[in-house]
């Protein structure tokens, strides 16, 4: 294994979660693309498949976070979601001010789960927020 290279996040909704991840969060977009065809098809086991892509990253930063909204197929909502749930739970963001993104954030209608807290060891701040999607994302402040 040699790095993470990214995390896919399917939405229903592209300009929402661009929103939440490039104009709250602020990361950059690094490719927008449409991918259809029979590679894409073939590689996700679906037929004809067609998505809209857009991989982003922080500016100090080389791990992807994928945003993907399927032209040709319709998830479904995840109800009742826990983040105790199996599966993928949530993705973590380093900032340099867990307290001001909580509070910035929260005024734009983000919703947390806590207030930053800090963690037993002392060595950290955290809170967890949701996007668009209600995908739990962590914010941490290393102390």
């Given at each position: 294994?040699?790095?993470?290279?990214?995390?896919?996040?399917?939405?229903?909704?592209?300009?929402?979660?661009?929103?939440?991840?490039?104009?709250?969060?602020?990361?950059?977009?690094k490719?927008?693309?449409?991918e259809?065809?029979?590679?894409?098809?073939?590689i996700?086991?679906?037929?004809?498949?067609?998505?809209?892509?857009?991989?982003m990253?922080a500016?100090?930063?080389?791990?992807?976070?994928?945003?993907?909204?399927?032209?040709s197929?319709?998830?479904k909502?995840r109800?009742?979601?826990?983040?105790?749930?199996?599966?993928?739970?949530?993705?973590?963001f380093?900032?340099?001010?867990?307290d001001?993104?909580?509070e910035?954030?929260q005024?734009?209608?983000?919703?947390?789960?806590s207030?930053?807290?800090?963690?037993?060891?002392?060595?950290a701040?955290?809170?967890f927020?949701?996007?668009?999607?209600?995908?739990?994302?962590?914010?941490?402040q290393?102390?």
């Amino acid at each position: 294994m040699k790095n993470v290279r990214h995390f896919g996040i399917v939405t229903n909704d592209m300009e929402k979660s661009l929103r939440f991840y490039r104009d709250l969060l602020g990361l950059q977009i690094k490719r927008d693309m449409l991918e259809e065809g029979k590679f894409i098809s073939t590689i996700l086991g679906l037929e004809q498949v067609k998505v809209r892509t857009i991989k982003m990253a922080a500016k100090d930063g080389d791990t992807l976070v994928e945003l993907l909204e399927y032209k040709s197929h319709q998830g479904k909502e995840r109800e009742n979601y826990e983040i105790f749930d199996l599966g993928a739970s949530h993705l973590a963001f380093t900032v340099n001010d867990v307290d001001g993104e909580y509070e910035s954030l929260q005024k734009e209608g983000v919703v947390f789960i806590s207030a930053p807290q800090v963690s037993p060891d002392g060595k950290a701040k955290v809170a967890f927020c949701l996007d668009p999607n209600g995908v739990p994302v962590e914010l941490v402040q290393e102390l």
